[in-house]
């Protein structure tokens, strides 16, 4: 079975520009979660979707949105690019909305210059 | 204080070495916890969960110490190929949100 895929791999943005990153889940499952993690530190919880709903939102800036698809996949946007956008962005997928077990895609490294 | 804070590291072991993680929680009302581990470049996997009863996968083991609010991951006969970053992670009550640590570094060397 295939395992979480994203698209692209990486990416390089010019300041103010946006960007739209894309998440399929595992078969079956129903929720994803976005992640940000910055070089040297720990992923960093974005927002969680579940049956296409957001059901949960991290410190980040209104710039940053999300949103689920009927076939459970996801979009990360992230508008008006900063130099601190910079990250490698994570999709978790879990079964469902209270699933511990959550599987991580490879991400997308974003570069912004 | 940051939610989860882990030893700042990096280790730098030979084979066959056995390494100790440490990592605290600052909620208390944290109820579920894990370890994943990050190879370089690559998304973070889940090595195991942590049960307050303890739990040992091989040459793993880990711990909970609930009234200490303090994690810890025991590599024993260290590989080269645990050379990996080391995330403990925590969340709290039906929460799906994961709470990263910054990371370990831990190499391996022959």
């Known amino acids: 079975d295939a395992g979480v895929t994203q698209s692209p791999t990486h990416l390089i943005k010019t300041r103010g520009q946006h960007v739209t990153l894309r998440c399929s889940p595992i078969?079956?499952?129903?929720?994803v979660s976005w992640y940000q993690q910055v070089l040297g530190q720990g992923p960093q919880f974005i927002f969680q979707?579940?049956?296409?709903?957001?059901?949960g939102r991290g410190n980040f800036p209104d710039r940053f949105s999300a949103r689920q698809f009927p076939n459970y996949s996801s979009e990360l946007n992230v508008n008006a690019l900063l130099l601190g956008d910079s990250a490698l962005y994570l999709c978790?997928?879990?079964?469902?909305?209270?699933?511990?077990?959550?599987?991580f895609g490879p991400g997308t490294r974003l570069t912004v210059t | 204080r940051k939610e989860v804070e882990q030893d700042p590291g990096p280790f730098n072991v030979p084979e066959g070495a056995t390494v100790a993680f440490n990592c605290t929680y600052s909620?208390?009302?944290?109820?579920?916890f894990f370890w994943y581990r990050q190879d370089c470049r690559k998304e973070p996997k889940l090595l195991m969960s942590v049960y307050s009863s303890g739990n040992e996968d091989g040459r793993f083991t880990a711990q909970l110490n609930r009234a200490s609010q303090y994690i810890s991951l025991l590599i024993r006969d260290s590989k080269l190929s645990d050379s990996a970053t080391y995330l403990c992670v925590v969340t709290r009550g039906s929460n799906y949100k994961l709470t990263f640590g910054k990371g370990t570094l831990l190499t391996v060397n022959p």
């Open positions: 979707y579940y049956e296409k709903e957001e059901r």
């Open positions: 909620n208390s009302a944290s109820q579920s």
């Open positions: 078969s079956g499952h129903k929720s």
């Open positions: 978790a997928s879990s079964f469902w909305q209270g699933a511990y077990e959550q599987y």
